[in-house]
């Protein structure tokens, strides 16, 4: 069974065409990259694989729902919570968002922000954060949700050496654990260790290297 497929996408804005006929399966535990000029529909498809976007024509299956970290860019400069509080999101969806986090939550929180290096950040507002601050602390959120799919988007732009390093083993962690992770690129090492590179051009899939079963 694949864990994510999209058959046939189309989606458009009001005022623009996007996405055209894109089909992709992505098999379980395994790791692609999406890639293509800037504005070719990178993060609109992403969006539409996540289901935050409902695509206009042609269909989306997801095994389960997906975790979707959006670029800190398009986060609200001004959203008035903690580290913390952005990572607990996370753990909503296992309290339907609303029942209280237990300790296992918390547990989970700390954990996933350890893992981003964001520990002693954890009590500063997120408005107060440096970008690469802020895209850890929406990472930790997506890692904290612990979804077996995973959808990045250009999760290490911007972001220093050590940071890079602190994301791209978090991922491979993931995958360890059986999880699929789809995430857009710009980064040539990036797109080097993916199982499977995906590429975008005008809103439409112009080319993809073979899926390769990692497990
Ligand atoms: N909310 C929106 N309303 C209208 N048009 C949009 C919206 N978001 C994106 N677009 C347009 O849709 C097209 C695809 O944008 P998208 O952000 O998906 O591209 P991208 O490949 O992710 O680009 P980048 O590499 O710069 O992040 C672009 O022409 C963009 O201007």
């Not at 309290?95 to 989970?108: I, Q, V, Y």
């Not at 080097?192 to 975008?200: E, H, K």
Request: glycine share 10%; with cysteine.
């Amino acid at each position: 069974m694949q864990t994510l497929t999209l058959s046939g996408v189309g989606f458009a804005y009001p005022d623009r065409h996007v996405l055209e006929g894109v089909s992709l399966a992505l098999a379980p535990g395994t790791h692609t990259v999406l890639t293509g000029r800037n504005g070719s529909g990178k993060s609109t498809l992403l969006a539409v694989a996540a289901g935050v976007l409902k695509p206009a024509r042609g269909t989306v299956q997801a095994a389960a729902r997906p975790a979707f970290v959006i670029q800190h860019t398009r986060t609200p400069e001004t959203m008035p919570c903690t580290v913390r509080q952005a990572v607990e999101m996370g753990r909503w969806p296992h309290r339907n968002g609303l029942l209280p986090l237990r300790r296992t939550d918390r547990r989970k929180v700390s954990e996933a922000m350890e893992r981003m290096g964001i520990a002693d950040l954890a009590g500063r507002q997120l408005q107060e954060l440096s970008g690469g601050q802020r895209q850890r602390t929406l990472i930790a959120q997506g890692l904290a949700q612990e979804s077996g799919i995973l959808i990045l988007d250009e999760p290490t732009a911007g972001l220093d050496s050590r940071a890079h390093g602190l994301i791209r083993a978090a991922v491979q962690d993931e995958l360890r654990r059986g999880v699929t992770v789809l995430e857009s690129s710009h980064d040539a090492g990036d797109i080097s260790r993916a199982d499977r590179v995906v590429m975008l051009d005008g809103g439409r899939v112009t080319a993809a290297s073979q899926a390769d079963q990692r497990h």
